[in-house]
């Protein structure tokens, strides 16, 4: 006995068929032959050194005279009285040549003064270096400063940014923008 199909159920076998189809034709490209292509030519590169730039060196650290570390009096001894501040010196100074050295004397003049390692700081006995973005207008006037890494402690990287904004007239070969390190170092 046959069996026919109606006409619903021949279409659904229609498309049961159509999707099966679709289905296999991913997989019938492993099996038709594929033409050979040509292999692709490899590729090259060419690395062309970078434009040699005489590099700057970085400008000169500045240091700083010590200060001496406060002794402390035996019990048995009167204590001493603090030392009186000295007057600035009144020897003639150099007039700098580079930014750097009227750089250098501008802080020597502050420390001269007791105005550039705080007292607090001699007395704990905390010494470091910080690192000190400055920017510098047309004038020869720090304009800006921050710092850019500190020395561990606050009121040394506190007082390197006062002192550096302090500066006033700087040399026409002094930059627009220059990394500047400031040492605090005790005897």
């Known amino acids: 006995m046959t069996r026919?199909?109606?006409?619903?159920e021949s279409?659904?076998?229609l498309a049961f068929l159509a999707s099966l189809l679709l289905h296999a034709l991913p997989f019938a490209r492993d099996w038709l032959p594929t033409p050979a292509k040509p292999p692709a030519p490899p590729l090259t590169?060419?690395?062309r050194p970078p434009p040699q730039a005489a590099p700057l060196p970085p400008p000169p650290p500045l240091t700083l005279p010590?200060?001496?570390?406060?002794?402390?009096?035996a019990p048995s001894k009167p204590a001493k009285p603090p030392p009186e501040k000295r007057p600035p010196r009144q020897s003639a100074t150099p007039t700098p040549k580079t930014w750097t050295q009227a750089v250098g004397?501008?802080?020597r003049k502050l420390n001269d003064r007791g105005l550039f390692y705080p007292q607090e700081a001699i007395e704990r006995g905390?010494?470091?270096e910080v690192l000190v973005l400055i920017v510098i207008d047309e004038s020869g006037s720090v304009v800006a400063a921050r710092v850019e890494q500190g020395s561990g402690h606050r009121i040394l990287d506190d007082a390197a940014v006062k002192a550096v904004r302090?500066?006033?007239?700087?040399?026409a070969d002094a930059p627009r923008e220059a990394l500047?390190?400031?040492r605090f170092r005790l005897r």
């Open 105 to 107: 004397q501008h802080l």
């Open 126 to 128: 905390l010494e470091g």
């Open 45 to 47: 590169a060419t690395l």
């Open 66 to 73: 010590e200060q001496p570390t406060p002794e402390k009096a």
């Open 4 to 8: 026919r199909f109606s006409r619903p």
């Open 166 to 171: 302090s500066l006033r007239s700087l040399p």
């Open 180 to 182: 500047l390190p400031v």
């Open 11 to 13: 279409g659904l076998f």
